[in-house]
């Protein structure tokens, strides 16, 4: 997950703000959210994070040819849902079984993935985080991992079915992704970088 930056509209007075619309997020130069009607930005991300995003990508890309049962995508795909306060998603990885239109996916993916970057830390990064993924749950996504790479509890595997209570897995297991991808299991350790040999 990437922390939120300063948008467009929050420059302008209260009486004059305007409501940014999914057209808009259309206009939107890298990674960005539409949420409570306006554009979101996402700061770029540190290496870390990006390599252990890819690697699920590319176990979820995997398991999509195998199964042929959806489709595996990477970093900044939009997704757009018709929550109260927020139209789209952008997550690091995941799994989504719709069309694969030109434009944004028409809704949400059925399991995603959020990788902590610096900013992801703290009470209020903590809160941002839980609203996300009950958001998530709310537009019909049914796992969400928490990836964090400087905890001991590197996946935290969150479902609808148990929203708050998520099952943790740590470096020298495999953390699975059920009832979204039944069979699909990747070792945590495959989240972190080796350096070159020699």
Do not use: C
């Not at 959806?70 to 952008?90: C, E, M, T, Y």
Request: aromatic share 10%; glycine share 8%; proline share 8%.
């Amino acid at each position: 997950m990437r922390s939120p930056t300063n948008n467009k509209h929050s420059q302008l007075p209260m009486s004059a703000k305007v409501e940014a619309t999914i057209e808009d997020l259309y206009k939107v130069e890298g990674k960005a959210e539409l949420v409570n009607g306006e554009i979101v930005h996402m700061s770029p991300t540190g290496w870390l994070p990006h390599l252990a995003a890819l690697e699920i990508t590319m176990s979820l890309r995997a398991y999509e040819k195998a199964t042929r049962t959806g489709f595996a995508f990477g970093d900044n795909v939009a997704f757009v849902v018709d929550l109260p306060h927020r139209k789209s998603f952008s997550p690091d990885a995941g799994f989504y079984t719709g069309k694969i239109p030109m434009k944004f996916g028409d809704r949400a993916p059925i399991f995603a993935v959020e990788v902590r970057s610096e900013g992801d830390y703290g009470p209020r990064a903590e809160r941002q985080m839980a609203q996300k993924r009950a958001d998530y749950f709310a537009a019909g996504t049914l796992v969400v991992w928490d990836v964090d790479l400087l905890s001991d509890d590197v996946v935290r595997v969150y479902r609808d079915t148990s929203p708050t209570e998520p099952t943790i897995y740590k470096r020298g297991q495999s953390a699975e992704a059920e009832p979204a991808l039944p069979g699909w299991t990747m070792p945590v350790d495959d989240l972190f970088v080796e350096g070159p040999k020699g």
